[in-house]
């Protein structure tokens, strides 16, 4: 894990956060000022999203895909994801134009959200817009066997 990343886990692990043998995060304890503001954000990002976002909600929700039931905009830690599969701890990205200009940010925000076990599927506004059946496929590769 990078130094960066290190201190950006260490600044999010605040109280409680188990570091496991192999340096991974099993869980993070924020502090309840943090959660809840993490909630309310979280919140205002379901109620306004991208068109690229309505529209793969509109095929993942109510355990439309192959069963698996999925959140969208869902905080953790002191992050929101797009979608997220409890059941699969697997988060689907949905990157756009702003993406170009934080890439470095979107890579330890994953590299910190990986670190709880959890699997990043990323795919961008046009990829959905333009192929969506092929997305869908992508996220179907990634469930894993049962």
Not at 25 to 47: D, F, G, S, T
């Amino acid at each position: 894990m990078g130094n960066l990343v290190r201190q950006m886990l260490d600044e999010i692990v605040l109280r409680g956060g188990k570091i496991m043998s192999d340096d991974e995060v099993e869980r993070w304890e924020i502090k309840p000022a943090l959660a809840k503001r993490m909630r309310e954000i979280a919140r205002q990002l379901r109620r306004t999203p991208t068109p690229s976002e309505a529209t793969l909600w509109r095929v993942i929700r109510k355990q439309q895909l192959d069963g698996r039931k999925f959140r969208r905009q869902m905080a953790i830690g002191a992050f929101v994801v797009d979608f997220y599969c409890h059941s699969e701890r697997l988060v689907i990205e949905v990157d756009g134009s702003i993406h170009d200009k934080q890439q470095e940010a979107d890579k330890i925000r994953q590299e910190l959200i990986e670190g709880l076990g959890i699997r990043f599927i990323r795919v961008k506004n046009d990829e959905i817009e333009n192929n969506l059946n092929s997305v869908l496929d992508r996220i179907r590769s990634a469930f894993q066997a049962s």
